[in-house]
């Protein structure tokens, strides 16, 4: 079926540099993929929706420059925490909706791991 | 989105059939309901969506009450593979083409041997 991928799964950095944290899907085309955050014992947070071609749409409390998102291509979606802190480790998630599929069925990555040191 | 009601956890034991409860009494006539897991470090994983009718699929059953108001995951023989936190979400079929979903805390499932 649908996969959608995530690279990398596990990123150390140190405090004060950016990262960039890859989502693909792997054999359909995306128009539009979601990155999540997820902190120890709690569920899923939206972060932002990632539209090919245009500017990322952010959730209320999310900060646009510190988070930045490309959609630059319908299958590749990055996020990029920039100047990050410990405060922003923490594990990172992105789905896609596959349109063909029956339901539109939404896929989600593997995830990746963050720990700013 | 209409907000759903899950237990915050529950036990099983091994090969036997669990039953996952989900409220959901402010729903609308165009909500889809959908059931997700994620296992310990990964991505939510699809399990199962219904709209009105009971539906079944490899992994699961879901069957919907009458009134909509609630509804419940079946797993027919729990595996310690199962271990998993259940997400149950309402999806707006109008916003279908968008694919955003909200994460409730949802519930979760212990498997013992």
């Known amino acids: 079926g649908a996969v959608v991928s995530q690279h990398p799964s596990r990123v150390i950095c140190k405090s004060g540099t950016s990262v960039k944290i890859e989502c693909r899907s792997l054999?359909?085309?995306?128009?539009?993929m979601f990155w999540y955050r997820q902190f120890p014992k709690q569920s899923l947070m939206l972060m932002a929706t990632?539209?090919?071609?245009?500017?990322?749409?952010?959730e209320q409390g999310v900060e646009k420059d510190k988070f930045l998102i490309n959609h630059a291509s319908l299958t590749l979606s990055t996020l990029t925490v920039t100047s990050a802190h410990p405060e922003d480790s923490s594990f990172y998630i992105c789905?896609?909706?596959?349109?063909?599929?029956?339901?539109?069925?939404?896929?989600f990555g593997e995830g990746s791991w963050l720990t700013v040191v | 989105d209409a907000k759903t009601t899950q237990p915050n956890s529950m036990e099983s034991n091994e090969e036997e059939p669990v039953h996952l409860p989900c409220n959901h009494s402010?729903?609308?006539?165009?909500?889809?309901i959908h059931w997700y897991r994620q296992l310990p470090s990964q991505g939510p994983e699809y399990v199962i969506h219904?709209?009105?009718s009971n539906v079944n699929n490899r992994m699961a059953s879901l069957a919907i009450a009458e009134d909509r108001k609630s509804s419940t995951l079946i797993l027919h023989r729990a595996t310690l593979r199962d271990a998993a936190v259940y997400y149950c979400?309402?999806?707006?079929?109008?916003?279908?083409?968008?694919?955003?979903?909200?994460f409730g805390q949802g519930t979760t499932l212990q498997v013992k041997p």
């Open positions: 789905s896609a909706r596959d349109p063909v599929t029956s339901g539109n069925t939404i896929y």
């Open positions: 054999d359909f085309q995306a128009t539009t």
């Open positions: 990632s539209n090919e071609g245009s500017k990322a749409t952010y």
């Open positions: 402010t729903i609308s006539g165009t909500d889809y």
């Open positions: 219904g709209l009105t």
């Open positions: 979400i309402l999806r707006d079929v109008r916003s279908s083409n968008t694919g955003k979903l909200i």
